[in-house]
């Protein structure tokens, strides 16, 4: 491993490494207005969410790397205190890219981007109509957390209202991530876009109390087949398998032929070891236990 002091570096350095090494980050496109109504509109990948009550958003339009000035977002926010935080999804990456060209600031983006902009219910700010999901938020607080360039701005946003188009919401009624089809910042020019094969489900322990890897047995938490996600799925259930259960995948034709057609004891689990492999990748994780213990009942 390389040890780096990023306080030692050209900020441009430190920035790339960042950047390169956090992500992906999800894209606050922040729609502003300035004292005259004048609209502003900009993307930043420093952004989040942080609390569900109140719902709160933060982002930070920090100070350019390469003069150390500050954005016209930032102003924007420091007299109004308001602003509408629209997510970003592939049908408008490219547009939103050309939002944060350094236009001068009388100079309205919304229109530069050929983007539509729509007049928010409780806010000054417009909204972004082809944007998926919309908030219109309040700015709670400013944390300005340093003076050099690069430096950020944390900008705490309290929504007051969240707009979302009805085509990206499931059977309940609520936003689903799997047809917003998002995009998120990446290190250099490259973005990254979620959808399809990108995403996948891990399932979350916190209505149970997995064993814990530290509890697999030590032949088969030692495979040379098995990877650390491997592991953790396994470490996720509650209790192994019995005796019963694992009979029932001990009967199975795949299982049979495994011990009638292996050398040795050694090969029969190699063999099995592979075979909960795959049923790990399909998240069949309870047959791949019963696979993994049959071991014990196949040895005669």
């Not at 920035?15 to 004292?35: D, K």
């Not at 390469?66 to 602003?83: A, C, G, S």
């Not at 799997?178 to 209505?207: C, H, I, Q």
């Not at 040795?264 to 236990?289: F, P, S, T």
């Amino acid at each position: 491993m390389k040890s780096i002091d990023l306080n030692e570096l050209a900020g441009k350095e430190a920035h790339a490494h960042l950047l390169a090494a956090v992500g992906p980050r999800p894209i606050a496109f922040a729609s502003t207005v300035n004292e005259d109504g004048q609209a502003n509109l900009s993307p930043f990948s420093y952004f989040n969410v942080f609390s569900t009550r109140p719902p709160v958003l933060i982002f930070s339009p920090n100070r350019r790397v390469r003069n150390n000035t500050n954005k016209d977002t930032l102003f924007n926010i420091e007299k109004t205190r308001e602003v509408v935080i629209n997510v970003v999804n592939f049908d408008l990456v490219e547009q939103m890219s050309l939002s944060s060209t350094e236009y001068p600031s009388e100079v309205n983006e919304f229109e530069k981007a050929g983007l539509t902009p729509i007049k928010s219910d409780l806010v000054a700010p417009f909204r972004v109509k082809e944007s998926p999901v919309q908030f219109e938020c309040k700015v709670n607080d400013i944390i300005y957390l340093g003076e050099e360039g690069g430096a950020g701005n944390l900008i705490i946003c309290e929504v007051l209202r969240m707009h979302v188009d009805e085509s990206v919401l499931n059977e309940q009624g609520i936003t689903d991530c799997t047809k917003l089809d998002l995009v998120a910042r990446m290190g250099a020019n490259w973005y990254t876009r979620a959808t399809g094969e990108s995403m996948f489900e891990v399932e979350k322990p916190l209505a149970t109390l997995g064993i814990g890897i530290d509890q697999i047995p030590p032949r088969i938490r030692n495979s040379v087949f098995l990877s650390g996600n491997d592991l953790g799925k396994l470490g996720n259930v509650e209790r192994l398998p019995n005796d019963e259960e694992i009979a029932e995948i001990a009967a199975h034709p795949r299982i049979k032929d495994i011990f009638a057609n292996s050398a040795d004891g050694m090969e029969a689990r190699e063999q099995l070891h592979e075979y909960a492999k795959e049923l790990l990748a399909k998240n069949k994780v309870q047959k791949a236990w019963k696979v993994l213990l049959s071991d014990r009942l196949n040895r005669n």
